[in-house]
């Protein structure tokens, strides 16, 4: 795997993760390509090691109705769609059309397209719009808008359902005190906040790569 910035945490030690990404196992042909990408291209993706725990937590709850708000080129997509099953129905969204004409193409070649529904524009309006409800909710929009993600995804999560969110620890940032204009920063902050206060929620921050939260709705 060509390793790229969007990959280091920006607070594990270098040596550590190094170990963590060679004992992963290989993966095949399309999502290598992916990664290659993604590397050469800055287009940020969850990576590997995290897409292994998104599985794990697919495969234990058993989800099937999966929404997904920002979902890039669609790396993380595969993963869920994989872990989900032949009877799974995934939501990509993502506000640039050519990366979700590049995710098609990929989801095509790994064999998950007929699970997964391809929408474009912004997630939070998409997820408010779609009737129903979900049991996980993967949320990966820009981090400014995380508070609001949070507060439109809640309604439609099933109860027993998980919501997590990517890049919650924000290389480190979130720990500091922020700037009045980093506004991504300071959304991560309140996002943070809110998940840990709210009672009809059971969040756990797991410090992998940039930052994992993952929250069971009670």
């Known amino acids: 795997m060509i390793r790229s910035e969007n990959l280091r945490s920006g607070y594990i030690q ?10 992963l196992p290989d993966r ?6 992916m990664e290659d990408y993604a590397a050469q291209n800055g287009v940020p993706i969850i990576g590997p090691a995290v897409a292994r725990m998104l599985v794990l937590f697919v495969q234990v709850s058993g989800a099937k109705r999966i929404f997904e ?15 989900a099953g032949p ?19 990929y989801f095509r070649r790994a064999g998950v397209a007929k699970r997964i529904e391809v929408r474009v524009g912004d997630a939070l309006e998409l997820l408010k719009k779609t009737p129903g409800t979900f049991d996980l909710i993967f949320n990966d929009v820009d ?3 995380y508070p609001a993600a949070l507060r439109v995804a809640l309604p439609k999560l099933r109860r027993g359902g998980l919501f997590i969110a990517d890049n919650t620890l924000w290389s480190g940032k979130a720990a500091r005190p922020a700037a009045p204009d980093d506004l991504q920063t300071r959304g991560i902050q309140e996002f943070n906040r809110l998940v840990y206060a709210l009672k009809e929620l059971y969040p756990v921050l797991i410090p992998l790569r940039d930052g994992v939260t993952v929250c069971q709705k009670r």
């Open 143 to 145: 981090k400014h808008q």
């Open 87 to 105: 009877k799974a129905k995934v939501i990509y969204t993502d506000g640039d059309p050519e990366k979700a004409r590049r995710a098609k193409d």
């Open 14 to 23: 270098d040596d550590v993760e190094e170990y963590l990404y060679q004992l």
């Open 69 to 83: 708000m920002g979902s890039a080129i669609g790396y993380s997509t595969i993963w869920l769609a994989r872990a």
């Open 28 to 33: 095949d042909a399309v999502v290598k390509e």
